[in-house]
């Protein structure tokens, strides 16, 4: 399932490449001790498997980032992993002065 996740954005985002001249794609793995959010332990304390891809072209970009979790039951979740997609436009109104 976690190779899934990566393997399904990778798909996803390698044919829009080709149609874009001047399109920026990367990509990020890790693996950490104990995924926190908040203070807050989302793996009970064991290791996670992370990883990313963001796609840019101009000021427009995209992405998506997953990571392992292992939340309690009792707590109302039971997910093997969190997904996160995200996606903006950013850029400058005039010198120094920015959007995003």
């Known amino acids: 399932m976690k190779r899934s996740i990566l393997a399904l954005a ?3 985002a390698v044919p829009v490449v080709p149609t874009v001249a001047h399109a ?3 990509f990020n793995v890790g693996a950490v001790t104990d995924y926190r959010y ?3 332990s989302q793996t009970r304390v064991k290791p996670a498997i992370q990883g990313g891809v963001d796609w840019s072209s101009g000021g427009l970009y995209v992405g998506a980032w997953a990571s392992t ?3 309690i ?3 109302g979740g039971d997910a ?3 997904l996160d997609v ?3 436009y950013k850029g400058e109104i005039v010198k120094g002065v ?3």
Do not use: C, H, M, Q
Request: cysteine-free; aromatic content about 16%; hydrophobic content about 40%.
């Open 86 to 88: 995200y996606g903006g």
């Open 69 to 71: 979790i292992k939340w």
């Open 98 to 100: 920015g959007f995003d």
């Open 10 to 12: 990778v798909v996803l």
């Open 24 to 26: 920026d794609l990367s």
């Open 38 to 40: 908040r203070g807050i």
């Open 73 to 75: 039951k009792d707590a």
């Open 80 to 82: 093997s992993y969190e």
